[in-house]
C-alpha cells in the first residue's frame, strides 16, 4: 500500500477505469486519507465498448472491496448469475445441442484431495462435468447458486455474474464519485508534459489545462492514450494462434416476460468462429465472434440471424454492432509511472470472460505494490509486467485449448488445429495430459486464472481420449462420485429458478 502523498490520474472510464478507480480507492482507503487523491479524466466522446457483459468469480470480492451491496448490484445492473459456460457443438459439427459440456465456476467435488478425474477416466458413463460437480445439473435446470437466506455475496455454488455493460460503468462510476472520494473530470488528454526521467509529469487536457500527478493509469481501450500513443508499447500480436478477429453484437428481447434466464454464458460453435449468448433480466445479449478470413460479414450476419430466429422467433431486431478484435498484448504494461489496465493492455476474443478478471488482477497488484518512490516503482514495474505477461500467455493456452480439441471439418476449425498454430506450452501439456489429468504442478504460477480444474473441464468435456494407463488413486474415489449425485439432488430441491430468485418472473 503506498504510504508517502501521491496522486494517482486514471485516464479512461467505462468499466476498466471505474473498477480499477473502485478497487484502488477502497483497497487504499482513498475516503480517509488525506495523502491520496485519486482522480478519472473521462472523455465526453468515447462510447463504451460494451462487450464484457461476463464476469469471473472474483468480481464478488472486487464489489465487497468497493463497499458495494450484491441486492443493489444486480437491481440497478440488470445482473443475473452466471455459474460457467456451455459450449454447444465444439466437438463436432451438426444439430445444435448434438454434443454441449459446461465449465462450472465450482471445481470437481474435493479436488485436490481426491482423484475423481482418473476415476471419471476408468468408466466415463455421463459426462466428466455432470459426474464430478453438482452445480453442472444446477446449470442446466437454470437454477440461481444459492437460496433465499444465503447472506450477500456466499451461494451454495460459485458464482459470478452476467450484466449490462453499460449500466455497470455509470453505476460504478457514481459509486466512485460518491462513496469512495474519487474525483472525475469531463476532458480529453492531448498530450503530456514529461519529465527528465521520461515519466509523464502532467497530462495536458482540453479543457482542464494540466492535470500534474504521480502515477498515471492507462483506462482508454483501444486509444492506448498513454501507453501506445506516448510510450508507444507495441502488441505481441497473437492471431496467430487465436483467430478469430472480429464479432457482430446485437441486444435481443426475450420472447415472452416470463422467459428463463440461463446460468450459463452460453457459446455455440459456428463454421468459423462461435456465438455468445448472455440471459440478463430484460433480454440477451448476443454476438457472433468470427475469423474474416473463413467468413464475410455478410455471412456472419445471416448466421447470427439464423440464431437468433431460432431463440426469439424473429429477425434481428436491429442492425448488429461490428466490433473489430485486434488479439494481442502489450511488449510491457507498466513503463515509468504509468501502467494500462483493460483494453489497452491487451484484448483477445471474451470465450472466458478473460477481460475483466484481467482488469480485476492488475488493480489488485497496484494496490498492492504500488510506491510512489521512483527507485522501487522501476523493480515493481519490472515485477508487474513478468506477472501479466505470464497471466496473458496462459490464458492464451487455455482459450486455444478450446479449439484444438473439436473434431469439426470446417476450414476455420481444422486450421486451429494446425500444430503451428498451437503454442509450445500448450503442446506439451497436451502430450502429457496423453497419460494423467491436469494437476495443480502443471501450473506453477501462482497468479494464473485458469487452473488444472478448468483444463479438466474443457479437455474431458470434449471427451479428449482418456489415458490407456490411467490408474486410480490409493483410495476408492467412486462413493465421492455417488457423493456429486447426493448433493445434486439436494441441492436441486431448494434452489429456484433464475428469475423466480430475481423477482423477474
Known amino acids: 500500500m503506498p504510504s508517502d502523498p ?107 484431495e481426491v482423484d475423481l478425474a482418473s476415476a471419471w477416466l476408468a468408466a466415463p458413463s455421463t ?19 444459492k437460496t433465499r437466506s444465503s447472506p450477500e455475496f456466499e451461494g451454495i455454488g460459485n458464482y459470478a455474474y452476467h450484466f449490462d455493460a453499460g449500466k455497470v460503468a455509470g453505476f460504478l462510476k457514481e459509486h466512485c464519485i460518491a462513496r469512495l472520494g474519487v474525483r472525475h473530470l469531463s476532458d480529453d488528454v492531448e498530450g503530456c508534459r514529461m519529465d527528465d526521467d521520461g515519466a509523464i509529469a502532467a497530462l495536458l487536457t482540453a479543457r482542464h489545462g494540466e492535470l500534474a500527478g504521480d502515477f498515471f493509469v492507462d483506462c482508454s481501450g483501444q486509444h492506448g492514450v498513454l501507453i501506445d500513443r506516448v510510450y508507444k508499447v507495441p502488441l505481441v500480436n497473437c492471431r496467430d494462434v487465436l483467430f478469430v478477429d472480429t464479432a457482430l453484437a446485437i441486444q435481443v428481447p426475450y420472447p415472452e416476460a416470463d422467459s428463463p434466464i440461463a446460468s450459463v454464458t452460453l457459446a455455440t460453435a459456428q463454421e468459423a468462429g462461435w456465438i455468445w449468448d448472455i440471459g440478463l ?36 431486431p436491429a442492425e448488429p454492432r461490428r466490433i473489430a478484435i485486434n488479439s494481442g498484448y502489450r511488449e510491457r504494461f507498466w513503463v515509468a509511472n ?66 484444438v480439441l473439436s473434431d469439426r471439418s470446417e476450414p476455420f476449425w481444422v486450421a486451429n488445429r494446425d500444430k503451428r498454430s498451437i503454442p509450445e506450452s500448450l503442446r506439451e501439456n497436451l502430450r502429457i495430459w496423453q497419460n494423467r489429468p491436469p494437476i495443480s504442478g502443471d501450473f506453477p504460477h501462482t497468479s494464473q486464472l485458469f487452473g488444472p480444474a478448468s483444463y479438466q473441464y474443457i479437455l474431458y468435456g470434449m471427451r479428449h481420449p482418456a489415458p490407456q494407463d490411467a490408474a486410480l488413486p490409493g483410495e476408492n474415489p467412486h462413493h465421492h462420485l455417488q457423493e456429486v449425485r447426493a448433493l445434486t439432488a439436494r441441492f436441486g430441491r431448494v434452489l429456484a429458478p433464475n428469475r423466480d430468485w430475481l423477482g423477474q418472473g
Request: negative net charge; hydrophobic residues 40%; glycine residues 12%.
Open 6 to 112: 501521491g496522486s494517482i490520474i486514471i485516464v479512461g472510464g467505462g468499466t476498466a477505469g471505474w473498477l480499477t478507480a473502485g478497487i484502488l480507492a477502497g483497497r487504499l482507503g482513498l475516503p480517509s486519507r488525506r495523502d491520496l487523491s485519486i482522480t478519472v479524466v473521462e472523455s465526453p466522446g468515447v462510447p463504451i465498448l460494451g462487450v464484457g457483459e461476463g464476469t469471473w468469480p472474483t468480481i464478488r470480492q472486487s464489489l465487497q472491496v468497493m463497499g458495494i451491496g450484491e441486492a443493489e448490484f444486480l437491481a440497478v445492473c440488470d445482473a443475473t448469475f452466471k455459474q460457467g459456460s456451455q459450449f454447444v457443438g465444439w466437438r463436432q459439427q451438426g444439430a445444435a445441442g448434438e454434443h454441449s459440456y459446461i465449465h462450472p465456476f465450482t471445481p470437481p467435488h474435493r479436488f485436490g
Open 281 to 316: 433480466t430484460t433480454r440477451r445479449g448476443v454476438g457472433y465472434v468470427y475469423s474474416s478470413e473463413y467468413c464475410s460479414d455478410d455471412e456472419a450476419r445471416e448466421r447470427l440471424d439464423r440464431y437468433v430466429r431460432a431463440i426469439s422467433g424473429r429477425a434481428l
Open 338 to 403: 504509468c501502467a494500462a489496465i483493460g483494453v489497452s493492455s491487451g484484448f483477445v476474443e471474451p470465450l472466458e470472460a478473460s477481460s475483466i478478471a484481467m482488469i480485476e488482477v492488475s488493480a489488485n497488484h497496484l494496490a498492492e505494490h504500488l510506491s510512489f518512490d521512483r527507485e522501487v516503482m522501476a523493480i515493481e514495474a519490472a515485477r508487474f509486467n513478468r506477472k501479466l505477461d505470464q497471466i496473458w500467455r496462459d490464458a492464451i493456452d487455455f482459450l486455444k485449448l478450446h479449439y
Open 127 to 145: 459426462g466428466f462435468d455432470e459426474a464430478v460437480c453438482f452445480q453442472t445439473a444446477l446449470c442446466r435446470a437454470g437454477l440461481a447458486p
